[in-house]
C-alpha cells in the first residue's frame, strides 16, 4: 500500500506521511529567532566602548548602537520557537554557549530608570557561572540557583499554530560576554539542536556595570551628562538595586 493510500485508508497517519515528506526535502522541524528585549527589565542599560560627545538631548541611545554597545548589567532576549510539523516537538535541554569574555565596555553608559514594572522572564541565565561549558537555563529569582529550567511546568514543547517565545534574563558582573542559546528538542524519535542566534548572526551581548569615562543619564528632571573621570560621584557604576 503506496504511502498516499495508506494515509486516507488509515486515521491519523496522513500528519505523519505529511512531516516525513517535508523532512525528505530539508524542511525545518523548528524554527527560532532571537532579539533583544530590554524592555524585560523594564529601564534602559546600554554600555558602549566609544566616548559619546553629544547633547543629553540627542539621540543617544541611537549612537551608542552604532559602535560595540550591549545591555549593561542584565540583559533581556526573547526566542521565538516555531513549529513546521503536526506533532508536538519537545523541549530537551535549553543552555546558554558564551563565546567570548573580554573587560566590561568602559566608553559611554546609558543609564534610563524604571518608569514601570519589569516584565516576567521565564529564563535566566546566570554568564559568570561557567567558563568554556554550557550554562544551563534557570528558572528566573530562584536564590538558590538550583532549579533548572524546563522543571516546573514552564514552555516544555511547541506545537504547530502555536509560535512560543521564551522571554530571557541575562546577568553578568565580570564580562562583556557574547553568546548564544542552545536549544535541543526531538521530534518522533529524532533529537536535533537548534542555536539562537544562528552562526554568522551577531551573537547576544551583554556587559558587566563597572568605571566608565562617560555616563548620560535620562533623569525625568532632565537628561544630563557626566564626564566620570572629573566627576565621578555624579556617575553610577554599580546597579541602583
Known sequence: ???????????????????????????????????????????????????????????????????????????????????????????????AVVEERRKPLEGTAFVADPQGSEETALVEFRLDSGAGVEI????????????PYLSDGKIRFVEQGKPEHLVIRAKTERCFCLWRVRIQYSYRGDRHT????????????TTAWGPHRVEYNMRTEGPQRYDCKTSPASCRFKPAS
Do not use: K
Request: no cysteine.
Open 194 to 205: 537548534v542555536v539562537v542566534p544562528p552562526a554568522g548572526q551577531p551573537a547576544f551581548a
Open 1 to 95: 500500500m503506496t504511502p498516499l493510500v495508506l494515509a486516507v485508508a488509515v486515521p491519523g497517519v496522513a500528519p505523519l506521511v505529511a512531516d516525513r515528506t517535508r523532512d525528505l526535502f530539508s524542511d525545518e522541524v523548528l524554527s527560532v529567532r532571537g532579539d533583544n528585549h530590554p524592555e524585560l527589565v523594564a529601564g534602559q542599560y546600554w554600555a558602549t566602548d566609544a566616548v559619546l560627545t553629544g547633547p543629553p538631548s540627542g539621540p543617544v541611545l541611537d549612537e551608542v548602537r552604532q559602535h560595540t554597545h550591549a545591555q549593561l548589567g542584565t540583559s533581556g532576549q526573547q526566542v521565538t520557537l516555531v513549529s513546521h510539523r503536526s506533532g508536538r516537538i519537545d523541549i530537551e535541554t535549553i543552555t
Open 136 to 147: 544551563p537555563a534557570l528558572v528566573p529569582d530562584d536564590a538558590a540557583g538550583a532549579r
